[in-house]
């Protein structure tokens, strides 16, 4: 079945003096049946910000960072920890987390924990980034920043995955190791691997990922680039039918700027036709948190309609 993905507004470029707005779109979006809530995430910033507007260092051609560099950055595990006490059933994911700024077996073990305390609920979605500075700042290569990501996410899943864990790459190695709990989900918290359509990516996707989160010139043009990716697993010895595509909510608005949640829910037709399974982006709602959660419900009765 598709889903419906709602980013929640964990960052703001001035202090908001309060983050009780984002909490009450994350109840009303669990009320409102959406599946899942995602949030992003930046530890630190440098001032080379229009580094984010560079495809060959992971940006996005004429993207743009959406705060200065003393924009305020919620940690986002610590964000849908938090999520994950005051709602009920929506799921929780990353969109993106930069995992290899982490140390492995902690991850696992922070993951696990909010898999458990959620009553398995959590997606991490994972990827490279953009920012040299991040990765300097963490004492971390920025050029072997993807190879450093396949170690987090072996790490991760040999964790959650075996009782008695041994990891042997030419940078990290450990033998006999436990870690418990385990997630409550079976396999262990599903991954979703963010990037554009390369060989590396898809070679990430067919390792570990439950999914692929476009990026890039494939989030411009997401049913070839949904085709090629499922095309490219099925390739590297992975069945297709297991691997989740996501690609961006293109909201549809009226003349007066509203949106048009049937026409929306419509658009998506070709890119169901075309394997991509999860919608992400963010409808304007409301701050009062009934009016928000029906506004809500009104996208989700259309993208049922139309998605199933």
């Known amino acids: 079945m598709a889903t419906l993905s709602i980013t929640l507004p964990s960052f703001a470029a001035e202090d908001p003096g309060s983050w009780q707005p984002m909490l009450d779109q994350a109840r009303a979006a669990d009320a409102g049946g959406v599946d899942r809530l ?16 560079r495809p060959e260092v992971g940006g996005m051609e004429g993207g743009r960072q959406p705060t200065g560099p003393d924009g305020h950055w919620l940690e986002p595990l610590i964000v849908l920890t938090t999520v994950a006490a005051i709602t009920t ?15 492995p077996i902690v991850l696992a073990k922070q993951a696990s924990t909010i898999d458990v305390l959620s009553g398995g609920r959590l997606d991490l979605g994972v990827g490279i980034g953009w920012q040299r500075e991040e990765y300097d700042a963490a004492g971390l290569s920025f050029e072997r920043r993807g190879r450093l990501l396949d170690d987090t996410l072996l790490v991760c899943q040999t964790l959650w995955r075996e009782q008695r864990a041994s990891v042997d790459t030419p940078d990290l190695r450990f033998d006999a190791i436990h870690q418990m709990p385990k997630p409550l989900q079976p396999g262990g918290v599903p991954l979703w691997v963010s990037g554009t359509l390369n060989d590396a990516v898809v070679r990430r996707v067919a390792r570990f990922g439950a999914g692929w989160i476009m990026w890039g010139p494939a989030a411009a043009e997401p049913v070839p680039a949904a085709t090629e990716m499922l095309r ?6 992975r069945d297709p039918g297991d691997v989740a595509v996501s690609a961006p909510l293109r909201l549809v608005r009226r003349d007066d700027r509203s949106v048009d949640v ?18 992400r982006g963010a409808l304007p709602v409301p701050s009062d948190t009934e009016e928000a959660a029906a506004r809500y419900a009104e996208l989700v009765s259309a993208f049922r309609r139309v998605a199933g």
């Open 232 to 237: 490219r697993v099925a390739d590297a010895g």
């Open 262 to 279: 049937e026409a929306t829910a419509e658009g998506l037709r070709p890119l169901l036709d075309a394997g991509i399974t999860d919608f």
């Open 38 to 53: 995602v949030v992003s995430d930046h530890v630190v910033f440098g001032e080379n910000l229009e580094a984010y507007a």
């Open 89 to 103: 059933r929506v799921r929780l994911g990353t969109g993106i987390l930069l995992a290899a700024l982490r140390r």
